[in-house]
């Protein structure tokens, strides 16, 4: 069973800086795309940023340029680094990896989500 376990949440000061980090853990062929959703309360689940194996990145609009998305594959861990933070940007992120099982000798591809951490911006 594959798990993913995020950490780095917390509350901070407007301006402020967190880093979040996702492990990954189980029993992996390989991770894929791997990236962070953020659901604020009463809105629907959005895209932060996703990052392929490879490193190619995609950020959501609105926060390119204050939001960095990385991994370490040798460490099957996801980051992001979040800076300027600002009170709309509360709210609970999640981690998401597609990953590569075996499962009875073959290769199986599954998606997976992180408990979630919240992230609580003050003003």
């Known amino acids: 069973q594959v798990q993913l376990v995020e950490s780095g949440g917390g509350l901070v000061q407007a301006g402020g800086s967190l880093r979040l980090s996702c492990a990954v853990s189980?029993?992996?062929?390989?991770?894929?795309?791997m990236g962070w959703y953020r659901q604020a309360s009463g809105w629907q689940r959005e895209l932060v940023a996703v990052i392929t194996s490879g490193g190619n990145v995609n950020y959501a609009d609105s926060l390119k340029g204050r939001f960095t998305i990385n991994r370490d594959n040798a460490k099957n861990t996801l980051y992001l680094q979040m800076d300027s933070l600002n009170p709309e940007d509360t709210a609970v992120y999640y981690c998401?990896?597609?990953?590569?099982?075996?499962?009875?000798?073959?290769?199986?591809?599954?998606?997976?989500w992180g408990q979630g951490t919240q992230v609580t911006v003050s003003s």
């Open positions: 189980g029993s992996i062929v390989s991770i894929n795309t």
């Open positions: 998401h990896a597609e990953v590569t099982e075996q499962r009875l000798g073959a290769l199986y591809t599954f998606s997976y």
